[in-house]
């Protein structure tokens, strides 16, 4: 194996090397605290084995940052785009960003 391949590195704790981990943060804009989002987000996250956290921001938005395999993120970013039945979503900013290795989901 060449020197400096990613597979002769381990990655973070539950992913290969080799496995495509992905980060994004993600802000969505509407009626969305207040609504039980941030804890069917975890929920969700959790189920998918995506890493990362939740917060509601003082401007009304809720923060997420996911990290994990591309298809469970598309899938909460699914969920993002629709909320828990009583949220009101009306936009929901995505930003890739380096992934750091983070472990478990919290709401903050």
Do not use: Y
């Not at 539950?14 to 207040?34: C, K």
């Amino acid at each position: 194996m060449p020197t400096g391949s990613s597979a002769s590195r381990p990655g973070p704790v539950g992913f290969p090397a080799s496995s495509p981990l992905r980060r994004r943060r993600v802000i969505i804009h509407g009626r969305v605290q207040g609504v039980f989002f941030r804890d069917t987000l975890r929920r969700r996250a959790e189920s998918r084995g995506v890493a990362g956290w939740v917060s509601n921001r003082g401007d009304g938005t809720v923060e997420a940052v996911f990290e994990g395999r591309e298809a469970d993120i598309e899938a909460l970013l699914g969920f993002c785009r629709q909320g828990p039945a009583r949220a009101e979503v009306e936009r929901v900013d995505v930003r890739p960003e380096p992934p750091e290795g983070l472990t478990g989901f919290k709401i903050e």
